[in-house]
């Protein structure tokens, strides 16, 4: 049986413990309504956690008392000393749910007088609907109450938008983490994830505010009515490993990556919330993060598949694997799951090595699973079903009895008599000669013009007219065969790049990976930057000189103001604007494709890319772009070379 992962997993050990951090656990999704039941079992949670925080302070149990102590407070004092001796494992759990009863009465207590060092304790101001945060954000609901932090619905005024608050008191023991976390996560930028839009320590208060996607839709929501198709389920492994490799690229690891924080969008492109912070906020640590990412992942693919949780425990809504059978595959657990991604999901939750084949190497990071992804053959869609039309029914009132009732036989209906012929009348035989006299002229005329043009057709060809089968001037020449790239980089005139490392996602050949630039704010020409005056792009190189006629280049977004520029053949290494001196296209909007077919072959060995202006990026205020691949063609000579 597979070795549980508990930053995958996120099970409690408990009964009531185990229901109550699931249902807390799902209240924490971006635009998820929840239940009443739930936000009262977190609220009591809550409760007796907030009241039994004093009682886990050491300083509690040997700190002298003031001398001016009143006598309950006396007494509570001295209950709160006899219970901590019996409640010091519970105060070394970071992220467990704590025990309510007489401790958190007596720590209660205590708190509403002077500290143990006689110091007045800082109390942050009470929450509630309508409070603003910066007097720009506007608390609405609040959907996770857990663990001394809570969650909140608003609306950022300034913008008029919603967004998404996580708060929690200056004081509290994981408040500088989850400030490191969102600071961190936000300087990402990668649209995969939900973004961070703030973190601020103010007024014994610290908050995190994110994005709030309404459109999207929890992976919890999805499995609730079935497994998803093979091809969904592709498009989630394929897009939640990518965005993980990029993330553990860049130092960040999630280590809470439940149903709950994977959401789909109404265009289908699924994102994920809480990198790093989701993990702070319940104090979780991982010493082998990219390990515990991957077995997440995989638990992920695998629920997806069977709409089944991979652990003998029930979680996230979904039913845990029948007792003592040990791990087994997707395809043993539902019939008619895709065998390519049943053994995916067995090679990410990886234990000793223990995988679904014995052939392939499991996957411990998301990078080696991304990777086993793009090698599996494509996985399409299903093929839209349609459903055939009902068949006609005639009316009554084509019968003659409308408004007039019919006596109904309470066997068989009859048969409806049969319509009398129409245009019987004498307005109906006029009518009838007018059209017949009508189509008479129009074959008459169409005779006399096919005639004409046969006759012409036998005219000997002059000088100037071209035969079948003959290329006349005006024939648009055929696009080219793909040329190889020989190396690829930023087009940085000032001399500082934006995401240099990632330009060979640009020219791999793959379509689902993208050169992204950063967001910036305000302005689309590159924030107005000093440094970004000429914009960006990147510079193909084909190797040597060759005979460009053509080039298909994927957008990673539509709206970005684009050209495609050649340089010289005598050109080497052209960094410049200026170097570029062929235009083979216009300045100009581009859509989600830039394509074209020279007129007349180009010989270049380098072609620029260049992009001047972005597109909105969700807000806006907000501008990113990018490029997802570039194929450039070459004449049939050139092609024939390559092959």
């Known amino acids: 049986m597979a070795e549980r992962s508990t930053a995958a997993v996120d099970v409690a050990a408990g009964g009531d413990e185990e229901s109550l951090t699931a249902k807390a656990d799902q209240a924490t999704a971006d635009g998820a309504a929840q239940s009443r039941e739930t936000k009262a079992a977190e609220g009591e949670k809550q409760s007796g956690e907030d009241a039994a925080e004093p009682a886990q302070t050491p300083a509690a149990n040997t700190a002298k008392p003031p001398k001016a102590t009143t006598n309950a407070q006396g007494q509570a004092k001295t209950r709160a000393q006899s219970q901590a001796a019996a409640t010091n494992a519970d105060a070394t759990r970071a992220d467990g749910p704590r025990t309510d009863g007489p401790r958190a009465d007596a720590a209660d207590a205590d708190a509403t007088g002077a500290d143990v060092a006689g110091k007045p304790q800082a109390t942050p101001p009470e929450l509630h609907s309508g409070h603003k945060l910066a007097r720009r954000y506007r608390l609405e609901e609040c959907v996770t109450r857990l663990d001394g932090f809570s969650s909140w619905r608003a609306v950022d005024e300034k913008l008029r938008r919603a967004v998404g608050v996580h708060l929690l008191p200056a004081d509290h023991p994981r408040a500088r983490a989850v400030l490191s976390a969102a600071r961190s996560s936000a300087l990402l930028g990668d649209p995969r994830f939900v973004q961070v839009l703030d ?130 595959a997707p395809d043993q657990v539902r019939a008619g799951v895709h065998r390519g991604l049943s053994e995916l999901a067995m090679r990410a939750l990886v234990n000793d090595g223990a995988t679904a084949s014995r052939q392939d190497q499991p996957c411990a990071t998301p990078e080696e699973l991304a990777k086993a992804v793009s090698e599996m ?28 009732p019919t006596a109904a036989a309470a066997g068989a209906q009859p048969l409806p008599a049969a319509p009398p012929a129409p245009l019987q009348s004498r307005t109906g035989k006029a009518l009838k000669w007018a059209v017949s006299a009508l189509l008479i002229a129009a074959l ?58 990632d330009v060979p996602n640009a020219v791999d050949g793959a379509a689902g990976t993208s050169w992204i630039t950063p967001q910036y704010k305000g302005f689309a020409n590159f924030g107005n930057l000093p440094n970004r005056k000429q914009g960006s792009g990147i510079i193909v190189d084909l190797g040597s000189v060759r005979d460009v006629s053509g080039f298909e ?70 501008f990113r772009g990018g490029i997802s691949e570039i194929k450039v063609l070459g004449t049939a000579r050139e092609g024939a070379g390559e092959e």
Request: net charge negative; proline share 8%; no cysteine.
């Open 199 to 328: 973190a601020v320590e103010e007024n014994d208060l610290v908050y995190v505010v994110h994005e709030w996607l309404p459109d999207a839709v929890e992976l919890t929501t999805l499995l609730a009515s079935g497994p998803l198709e093979a091809h969904d389920a592709y498009q989630l492994v394929s897009q939640v490993s990518q965005a993980m490799a990029a993330a553990h690229r860049e130092g960040l690891a999630h280590l809470r990556l439940t149903p709950s924080a994977v959401l789909r969008s109404s265009s289908g492109q699924y994102r994920i919330r809480g990198l790093a912070v989701n993990a702070a906020l319940r104090g979780i640590s991982s010493d082998t993060p990219q390990r515990t990412d991957t077995e997440a992942i995989g638990a992920l693919l695998y629920a997806s598949l069977t709409q089944r949780w991979p652990y003998e425990d029930d979680a996230y809504g979904l039913s845990g694997l029948p007792k003592d059978i040990g791990l087994i």
């Open 377 to 404: 053959p494509r996985i399409r869609p299903p093929e839209p079903s349609f459903t055939a039309p009902p068949e006609y029914q005639r009316t009554t009132y084509q019968q003659g009895t409308y408004g007039r």
């Open 444 to 501: 008459g005329l169409g005779s006399w013009q096919l005639a004409d043009a046969l006759m012409e057709s036998d005219q000997p060809a002059g000088p100037g007219t071209s035969q079948p089968g003959e290329e006349g001037e005006g024939a648009k020449p055929a696009p080219g065969k793909p040329l190889q790239i020989s190396d690829a980089y930023e087009f940085a005139p000032s001399g500082s790049g934006i995401k240099e490392q």
């Open 553 to 622: 280049i994927a957008m990673y977004r539509a709206g970005q103001k684009a050209e495609v520029l050649a340089a010289p053949d005598d050109a080497s290494q052209p960094s410049s604007l200026s170097e570029f001196s062929k235009e083979l296209s216009k300045l100009g909007e581009a859509g989600k494709q830039l394509k074209k077919t020279l007129d007349e072959p180009v010989r270049t060995r380098y072609l620029l890319v260049h992009i001047t202006s972005l597109p909105t990026d969700g807000a806006a205020e907000l």
